[in-house]
């Protein structure tokens, strides 16, 4: 298609332009990639189906781009969602616990990598891999912003509310600016970093990683006030699935924070617990509007991909879960919207994608020639062409121990747990919340067989 044509054609005459010498002021027009990770946030935004939440910056974007409907993660936890999605690798049952890049998958090229390699310059700002590892420094052409302060507070009240010196209260809401949060530093540096790589004669990488949504849930007050807390409706389906398995849980760490006496799971904590969350969506909804706005001005957005991804789901209260780290529809659905050149206009697809697709999907679009261990396949021709027969299903394991795998394929997600003794069947179809488990029943015993083949018989078979 043209756009690829003419980044090849590009990347021929910089190759001429090299070979004959006269690389003096050779433009090389390869498009940017601006890459936002948003930590731990589900598709709880208006171009999905949130209405209730205020993003207008990410819906904006989303018309001017490709929203995927049916976007799935490898791991529904951070670092080894990270250290798959960057390495391109698929996780297996040891690595879906691994939370570091290198011994995920040590030596791979890693994503960022593969363009700097390529001749762009790549630049991380705070959380892009989950930590300082070895794949991070050598992905970057300059020092990686850390992002180690998660957990700072800034209302005087929130002394009051420590459970221990790391961990102080689960929300807090002071009158603060947007820079006094590490994501609005975040930002500043972004936008700083992008006045700087526009003077570049050489295309630009640049990861922006926002924690927020993750715990705890600090925002400036100004992002609270634009949700009346009356207004907050909270999960209908505040109990554990009808006949789930032991094995499934949710990962515990809101615990971990001070509850400010709010009784656990009590209304007021689910009202409370939900208000804190979509003030941290729209904290940084406002920070991404600030990106895109200078890339506008700076002129570069023409000739820049920009992508935004969530690196697993969350529950909001629904069955009563506050946490990822588990195999249900709403741990393991993230939110991906991408706009590249040529794909600027709003188009929706139903197609299922993996995180494990992105790397493919960016060196595609940027002629970027694949390198071979990668597991994940380019979405360029769903982009191309949205309605089309696409992947039959997307895979995803559990990394905090249960062992458990899924398969979602068409109107089901199921998993099976360690020696198969344990599984689960969620028809979506007739129940869209996943609350009753159906795998053992008489009606599914067909679809139970089929689905237990497609797991065991993995991606490959699930191709295009
Ligand atoms: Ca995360």
């Known amino acids: 298609m043209f756009i690829r044509q003419h980044v090849k054609t590009m990347a021929v005459s910089l190759t001429l332009c090299l070979a004959f010498g006269t690389i003096l002021n050779a433009q090389d027009n390869r498009p940017n990639v601006i890459f936002i990770s948003i930590d731990d946030l589900r598709p709880e935004l208006g171009c999905y189906e949130g209405r209730h939440i205020q993003s207008p910056n990410i819906d904006t974007f989303a018309k001017q781009g490709i929203v995927f409907e049916r976007a799935y993660c490898q791991v529904p936890v951070c670092g080894p969602s990270r250290a798959s999605m960057l390495t391109g690798i698929r996780p297996d049952k040891r690595t879906c616990n691994i939370w570091d ?147 499934l849980k949710v990962h515990p760490e809101i615990q971990w924070y001070h509850d400010r006496d709010i009784k656990y799971n009590s209304l007021e904590f689910h009202t409370t617990a939900r208000h804190g969350y979509y003030a941290c969506v729209s904290y940084v909804d406002a920070l991404v509007g600030k990106i895109l706005a200078t890339l506008d001005e700076l002129k570069l957005r023409d000739n820049t991909i920009v992508v935004i991804w969530g690196d697993h789901g969350w529950h909001l209260g629904e069955h009563n879960f506050w946490g990822k780290a588990n195999l249900l529809h709403n741990a393991t659905r993230v939110p991906l919207v991408i706009s590249a050149p040529g794909f600027r206009n709003e188009i929706r697809t139903d197609g299922i994608v993996e995180l494990v697709d992105i790397y493919p999907t960016l060196c595609d679009l940027a002629g970027i020639k694949l390198p071979e261990h990668l597991d994940g396949t380019s979405m360029v021709p769903l982009m191309n062409d949205p309605k089309r027969q696409w992947k039959k299903a997307a895979f995803t394991r559990n990394g905090m121990g249960d062992n458990g795998s899924t398969v979602t394929s068409g109107d089901y997600t199921y998993t099976e747990y360690g020696d198969k003794a344990q599984r689960m069947l969620y028809d979506r179809k007739k129940d869209p919340s996943e609350n009753e488990n159906v795998a053992e029943a008489e009606a599914y015993k067909e679809t139970v067989k089929q689905l237990s083949k497609l797991l065991s018989e993995g991606p490959k078979k699930a191709q295009p």
């Not at 762009?120 to 300059?142: L, M, V």
């Open 101 to 247: 890049a290198d011994k995920f998958a040590p030596n791979a090229v890693t994503l960022p990598q593969a363009f700097r390699e390529a001749g762009y310059h790549t630049i991380s700002n705070s959380k892009i891999f989950h930590g300082p590892e070895q794949a991070a420094k050598r992905s970057w052409s300059e020092a990686p912003t850390g992002h180690d302060n998660h957990a700072d507070f800034f209302d005087p009240d929130s002394k009051n509310f420590v459970n221990n010196p790391e961990h102080g209260p689960f929300f807090e809401a002071p009158d603060v600016p947007d820079e006094k949060y590490v994501d609005g530093q975040t930002c500043a540096k972004s936008l700083k970093d992008l006045g700087r790589l526009a003077k570049m004669d050489k295309p630009f990488f640049l990861g922006v990683g926002f924690i927020r949504p993750h715990l705890p849930f600090y925002a400036p007050k100004k992002y609270w006030d634009l949700y009346s807390r009356e207004d907050i409706a909270i999960a209908e389906n505040r109990f554990k699935p009808k006949n789930a398995p032991d094995s």
